[in-house]
Every structure is written in structure tokens, then in C-alpha cells.
């Protein structure tokens, strides 16, 4: 916003409703820090444009527009599916820390240098929650036949990371 542009005039550049920040933050970030939640729930009743919501729409989607700019909307895919497999990362993260996946694609490492991620152990990882969903056996830690089901798909996707040449042909 410059200078000389009230919170009202800088709005009308943005292009995105409370309702479609709402509606890409609920795809985009179904879990995410406190203060975002904090953000949307401090808005303002929205009925009608006044300068109230308009400035706070523009203050709150100054702090969300990285989040929003990178928003990509899977149609195809799953919304709930995808949580449950984020719960099976974030729980791998837990349990393996420095060793885990999600840390491995941090730093970008996409070598095989441990056992846990050789192609015989994510594909034996997978069947193991593929026959216990069909057995109608719930997650270990989760208590959901769902999350038997996303962490088949999360091995999946773990073996596509660490495939090679795979990420270049996509891209």
C-alpha cells in the first residue's frame, strides 16, 4: 500500500473475497499455525463492503499473500485423503526426526542411504497398511482404517521423491 492509497483503495487491487480466502485457506493450509486460525476468526462480520472489513482484509491478506500466491487447488484429489496423509508425515517427522522425510526433502536429499527408504522397505511398509485396511484393521497410532489407507498412499509418494529422474520429468 503506498502512501498516499487508504486500506480501502489498496483493496480493490487484491481480487479476493473474505469468502475465497477463506475457502483457499481451508484447501491450502487445513492445519497451520495458530495465529493464521487467530487471523480469520478475528474478521469482522462481513454483510456489506464497509471500511472495517476492507481494512481488515487488507492487513490480514498482507500476512496470508505468500500462502495465497502459492495456492493451488487439486480438484481431482481428495481434501480429507490429503489431511490424513499430511497426519501420517507429520507423525513420521515425530518419530524419525532428523532421519524422517519430511527433513530428507528439506535438505533435498533424495539418496537411499537409509534402509528405511529403499524401494523393498517403503513398498513392504505399504502393503503391511494396505493388508491391514483389508482386514478392516485400524492405524497403530491413528485408530482409523483412513490412515491405513493414506499411509499406503504417503509410501507411495515417498518412493516417487526418492525415484530417480522422476521430479525432473514433471517439472
Known sequence: M???Q????AFSGLHWTPEE?????????????????????SM????????????????ASA????????YTE??????GFLEAMNDIGRYGHEKYGKNSYQRRRELGDRS????????????????RHWIAY???DKHDHFGTREHNLAAVAFNVMMEYYFMEGAHDAIR
Open 63 to 70: 500476512f496470508l499473500r505468500p500462502f495465497l500466491e502459492s
Open 74 to 79: 487439486y480438484e481431482f484429489l481428495e481434501p
Open 134 to 136: 483389508l482386514l478392516g
Open 21 to 41: 480466502v477463506a475457502t483457499m485457506m481451508k484447501h491450502a493450509m487445513p492445519k497451520t499455525a495458530d495465529s493464521v486460525g487467530a487471523i480469520v476468526k
Open 2 to 4: 503506498s502512501v498516499e
Open 44 to 59: 469482522p462480520k462481513y454483510n456489506a463492503p464497509t471500511e472495517e472489513i476492507t481494512e481488515w482484509f487488507f492487513y
Open 6 to 9: 487508504s486500506p480501502m483503495q
Open 112 to 127: 537411499r542411504s537409509s534402509k528405511r527408504v529403499t524401494k523393498w522397505a517403503l513398498f513392504k511398509h505399504g502393503v
